[in-house]
């Protein structure tokens, strides 16, 4: 099993729609989540940090967090065009040499006109 | 933006050749790693720096050594390129490693031919 899992997608919404990205993970005791954006060719950049069970809302996206369930996911409201690629969902998993930060490798969404 | 500059942006070298990549920071974080990122695999950790002259092993470290002689600045050296290790690499920052986000630079694109 892997530690972070995403569905590669692509996942399509249409503009004005809802786009929902999930993710899970093997540890129970992880402690934070991430989710970047990174378009293609590009490096990821932070969109949303969360730490504790429940919604966690900035603007169009929200992060839920269910660490019971050990899954955490990404709302995006309103979905733009310029929302288009590639969302990594990145959690902090207990290692023997401590806590280290694993990337999913991606889902990559697609806004459509 | 986070002050993040890595160099050089872009780079292709011959199998057998040192490579070294370098990772400037003007934020003043104690924290600064290297990844790479592989179609189907993600980000991989290949080493992190706690400190100047603290550094340590990550997922995917066998290949690569790292030197931190300054807080601002981190080399990744490839003391003999294979071809396996053509990739793009990204240098992150964070000021605590477990609980704080990480800022990723614009990364180095790497062949070797």
């Avoid at chain 1, 993970?25 to 949303?48: A, T, V």
């Avoid at chain 1, 919604?55 to 369930?69: H, I, P, V, Y």
């Avoid at chain 2, 070298?13 to 695999?41: A, F």
Wanted: proline share 4%.
């Amino acid at each position: 099993q892997k530690e972070v899992e995403q569905n590669s997608g692509p996942l399509s919404v249409p503009e004005g729609a809802i786009a929902s990205l999930n993710c899970t993970y093997s540890d129970r005791g992880s402690q934070s989540f991430f989710w970047y954006r990174q378009y293609s060719g590009k490096s990821p950049e932070l969109i949303m940090f969360i730490y504790s069970n429940g919604d966690k809302e900035d603007g169009r996206f929200t992060a839920q967090l269910n660490k019971a369930s050990q899954y955490v996911s990404l709302l995006i409201r309103d979905s733009q065009p310029s929302d288009s690629a590639t969302y990594l969902c990145a959690v902090n998993i207990r290692t023997g040499g401590g806590n280290k930060l694993t990337f999913g490798t991606g889902t990559q969404l697609k806004v459509e006109l | 933006d986070a002050g993040i500059t890595q160099s050089p942006r872009h780079k292709v070298t011959e199998t057998g050749t040192p490579v070294t990549l370098r990772c400037h920071q003007t934020e003043n974080h104690r924290y600064m790693y290297w990844y790479r990122q592989d179609p189907g695999h993600g980000l991989r950790l290949i080493h992190y720096s706690y400190g100047v002259k603290d550094t340590d092993k990550g997922e995917v470290s066998d290949g690569y050594s790292v030197s931190r002689s300054k807080t601002e600045d981190f080399l990744l050296t490839l003391e003999s390129a294979t071809s396996s290790q053509t990739s793009v690499y990204f240098c992150a920052i964070s000021e605590i490693r477990e609980q704080q986000p990480q800022h990723f630079g614009d990364g180095t694109r790497l062949s070797i031919l």
